[in-house]
């Protein structure tokens, strides 16, 4: 049995649903933020990074989110939350979730914690506003190609790992002055990725209430 470390709407949400997709059996380990959880020595010894999430697979414990959902994809492989190894589509898929998690996330992350790179208020102020701008322009890609492409999902006719990754990135962004949802592309995808009962029951064991994203 697996077992996922996590915080409700963090970064731990698409390996959720991926195991949801999977229909594996797993554990939830909260890891409470508001008390400083992860960062405690118990916590520390799985992941010394001090985020969420880790994976427990037996012997293996797993941190990085894009780690753990190419871990999950190869492990169950018959899902096909990847495309075969050595074509065309699965080198996109490698594109993507490293865009994802190297740009994208990295991005929101200094829209959400720009006091790390600031010196006072209005500097962290500053930061943020050129990161909201900064992630604006990646939507628009993602919507560009969305729009480019044979739909319903990022790659194509078929739902693999980086949907939901896209999923939970662009849920980041739902307090933003110009969200995710707002480009008509990427809404229908996120409403083609929220219908499926995998996302629905991740959301439900997280205990996230609408709006989604």
Known sequence: ?????????NA?????????????????????????EQKSPAYLKLNPTGRIPVLVDGDLVLYESAAICLHLADRHAAVELAPALGGNERAEFYKWLVYLTNTVQAELLLY???????????????IKTHAESRIGDMLDLIEATLAAGKGPFLLGAH???????????????????????????????????MARPATQRAFAAEGIAAPFY
């Open 159 to 193: 739902y693999r790992a980086v949907d939901p990754y896209l999923l939970m990135l662009c849920r980041w962004t739902r307090g933003m002055h110009n969200p995710a949802r707002n480009r008509s592309h990427l809404g229908r995808f996120l409403d083609t990725v």
């Open 12 to 36: 731990n949400l698409a390996p959720h649903i991926l195991l949801e997709e999977i229909g594996a059996d797993y554990e939830l380990v909260l890891v409470d933020r508001s008390k400083n």
């Open 112 to 126: 959400f914690y720009p006091e790390r790179l600031a010196d006072d208020a209005a500097a962290a102020a500053q």
């Open 1 to 9: 049995m697996y077992q996922l470390y996590y915080y409700p709407g």
